[in-house]
């Protein structure tokens, strides 16, 4: 069974930081493309990024809004996956799943989600 | 990438049938057939309901039916039952790796 545990939401001041985890099991980590997605109170669904396979050439993709602030890393060797934010700010509220995304760009598998609240 | 448009609400009987539509551009749900549909209950988790604009996941009941015309894709929902009610998003590759998600749409089951 698949399962996806995220972990270091919390509460964070504007221009902050914050990482999360999100511990893998139930399936070949090192063969995934892992995302993050995120969800504002009340509000949709929002890509954030995602790390295609080391053998796939390890490729990292970024929503704009979170570019340049935002970074995805994987180690395979722990089957873990996680999400630096740094600078953060109000809007990047959410909660915040990490996903297993099918190489036809459809997420097969959702964590329970961990929240991450930016405020002052 | 703009998030593809969905209508905020839709609604339907027990029994009947309802279409939850996604509009996107040539540059996404136009351009590629990876148009996918979540169903979101309350607290919870998404679960993918429709991949690859068609494709049901085992386990997904075939009460549940997606397609695509041009840059609009639909989601049915036959013979509605209660448990239906939830929010429901779409989903399209949208190129150079890009994913964009609706807005989601609430279906209440009345």
């Known amino acids: 069974e698949v399962q996806l545990v995220e972990s270091g939401g919390g509460l964070v001041k504007p221009g902050g930081s914050l990482r999360l985890s999100c511990a893998a099991s139930?399936?070949?980590?090192?063969?995934?493309?892992m995302t993050w997605v995120r969800q504002a109170p009340g509000k949709g669904l929002e890509w954030v990024g995602r790390?295609?396979?080391?053998?796939?050439?390890?490729?990292?993709d970024y929503a704009a809004p979170v570019k340049g602030r935002f970074t995805i890393s994987r180690d395979d060797s722990k089957d873990t996956l996680y999400l630096q934010m740094n600078s953060l700010k109000t809007e990047d509220t959410a909660v915040y799943y990490c996903?297993?995304?099918?190489?036809?760009?459809?997420?097969?598998?959702w964590g329970q989600g961990t929240l991450v609240t930016v405020s002052s | 990438q703009s998030a593809l448009t969905q209508p905020p609400s839709a609604s339907g009987s027990p029994g009947q049938s309802v279409t939850i539509s996604c509009t996107g551009t040539s540059s996404d749900v136009g351009g590629y057939n990876y148009v996918s549909w979540y169903q979101q209950h309350p607290g919870k988790a998404p679960k993918v309901m429709i991949y690859?604009?068609?494709k049901r996941p085992s386990g997904v009941p075939d009460r549940f039916s997606g397609s695509k015309s041009g840059n609009t894709a639909s989601l049915t929902v036959s013979g509605l039952q209660a448990e239906d009610e939830a929010d429901y998003y779409c989903s399209s590759y949208a190129g150079n790796n890009n994913v964009v998600f609706g807005g989601g749409t609430k279906l209440t089951v009345l």
């Open positions: 690859e604009v068609s």
């Open positions: 139930g399936f070949i980590f090192s063969n995934a493309w």
């Open positions: 790390t295609k396979t080391k053998t796939e050439g390890g490729t990292i």
């Open positions: 996903t297993v995304e099918a190489n036809t760009w459809y997420v097969g598998y």
